[in-house]
Structure formats: C-alpha cells, structure tokens
C-alpha cells in the first residue's frame, strides 16, 4: 500500500517531537508506523495556502501512484479574512473529485478553537464550521474516508497544543493519529476522545499566558504577514520520495 500526505504544516507534523533526521514525526508519520508495512511519502510543508498544496503537492502525490492520501488543505487561506471562502469551497469539492478517481482521499474537518475565547477567535471559529460544513458535504459527495476533527471535543484543550496555539504538541499529534485510524476502520479504543481532568482556572496567569502568546507568536505571524514572507519558504517536503515503513 502507498500512502501519501499533502498539506501544511499540520500534516508535516510540527511542534511533535523530532525524527533523528531532526524534522518532526506528526500524526501522519504515527499513522504510518501504525499501517506497517506501507510505502510512505509525506509532501507537507508548513505555511502553504491551497493553491501552493494544489500545485507542488497534488501532483506529485499522483506520480507516485497513491493508494490513500490525506488531504488535510485550506486552513491556512482560513485564517485569512481577504480569503472569499466560496470560491475557496469550489476549488476544494474539485480538487478532491480529482484526487478521488487517482485512489482513496482522506479529508480532514479543521479544529476551530484551541481552548480560545474573544472576538478573533469567535470570527475564526465560524470562518472554520463553515470551511467544515463544506469538507462534509464534499467528502459525502466523491465517497472520501471523513477525519471530523471538529467534532473531537477534547482537542479543543489547550494542552494538547504547542504554546503557538496554531500547532498541535506530541500529545495532540498522538490523537490525531488515532482519530486517523479510527476513520479507516482500525480499532484504536475510545482514549483519544476523552478529555483531560479539569484544570483549575486562574485569571491572572491566563492574562500573563496570552501576553506571553501576544509577543513571542501574534506578533512575529503579523509582521512575516505584512512583509509577505511565509514559515514555508525555502522549504522542501520531509519525504518527497516513498520510502518503506516497517516489514
């Protein structure tokens, strides 16, 4: 079986813990190592909007013959408020009707909140159920396996992301993985739906929490933003080639 992974640095894996080649392991080489043996590729590279996934990755997922490849692609074009979400939904329902008549597509819903509250995340959060809503119907409509992420309530913990709150951590990464495989009929239990204890609320450390977040991540992202520069550039896939995973 070939399995292939497009996207951004959601399917890259970023912010889990590193390969000894120093790129960083993701759901997606968790799925992997769980299918062994498989032939894998992972063309994902973070900061890529559709168009960019549309054009370097989808083609070479097809060349390399593709059994199953997830199609996590559109978040980053989300996240941004010039985006026309119409067109964006159109480009999206035929990019999966073509990766569908090449083998089976694995389409992912978005997590539309990491544990946030106020205006921004209010807007994102309904730029995103409805970007979902349309991974939904599109993924009814060319018989893709459906990863509703959305609906696994207790991603929306802010302890299963890395400080960014963009990134998911290694424990988010691992249930990400199992809702993956969950999604293709493997038995992977129920631990990876179920939320952490409570954790006690302090108002004080959540303000000092978001300055910190507003310093070291808000601000950086709007001035690569307003200079045009993407975490992406320069950047090459981890696996651009199948390499055999297990066996």
């Given at each position: 079986?070939?399995l292939?992974?497009v996207g951004?640095s959601?399917?890259?894996g970023l ?28 063309l994902?590279v ?6 960019q996934?549309?054009t370097d990755q989808v ?22 408020r ?8 159109a ?9 569908s ?5 694995l389409?992912?819903?978005c997590l ?11 807007l ?12 939904r119907?599109?993924a009814?409509r060319?018989?893709a ?7 696994i309530?207790?991603?929306?913990d802010?302890?299963f ?5 963009l990134?998911l951590n290694?424990?988010?990464?691992k249930?990400?993985?199992?809702a993956v495989?969950?999604?293709?009929g ?5 631990w990876?739906?179920?939320?952490l204890?409570p954790r006690?609320r ?14 070291s ?5 709007l001035w690569?933003?307003a ?5 992406g550039d320069?950047r090459?896939?981890?696996?651009a080639?199948?390499?055999t995973?297990?066996?």
């Amino acid at each position: 079986m070939r399995l292939v992974a497009v996207g951004d640095s959601f399917t890259e894996g970023l912010c889990d813990q590193q390969r000894p080649d120093g790129e960083y392991l993701g759901w997606a080489d968790r799925v992997a190592a769980s299918l062994a043996p498989v032939e894998y590729a992972n063309l994902a590279v973070r900061g890529k909007l559709f168009d960019q996934i549309l054009t370097d990755q989808v083609p070479a997922a097809k060349a390399l013959g593709f059994d199953i490849v997830t199609f996590h692609a559109g978040g980053n074009d989300v996240l941004r408020r010039g985006t026309d979400l119409d067109d964006l939904f159109a480009r999206y329902d035929a990019a999966v009707a073509d990766l569908s008549e090449h083998g089976q597509v694995l389409a992912f819903t978005c997590l539309t909140r990491a544990g946030g509250s106020g205006r921004l995340a209010d807007l994102l959060a309904e730029r995103f159920g409805a970007f979902n809503a349309n991974v939904r119907e599109v993924a009814d409509r060319h018989g893709a396996v459906l990863v509703d992420l959305e609906h696994i309530e207790a991603l929306s913990d802010r302890r299963f992301w890395f400080s960014d709150r963009l990134h998911l951590n290694p424990e988010g990464h691992k249930r990400v993985a199992a809702a993956v495989l969950d999604a293709m009929g493997q038995d992977t239990g129920t631990w990876w739906r179920q939320p952490l204890p409570p954790r006690s609320r302090n108002r004080v450390r959540d303000l000092a929490d978001d300055l910190v977040w507003v310093q070291s991540h808000f601000v950086p992202w709007l001035w690569r933003r307003a200079r045009g520069i993407s975490s992406g550039d320069g950047r090459v896939a981890k696996d651009a080639h199948l390499r055999t995973v297990g066996g």
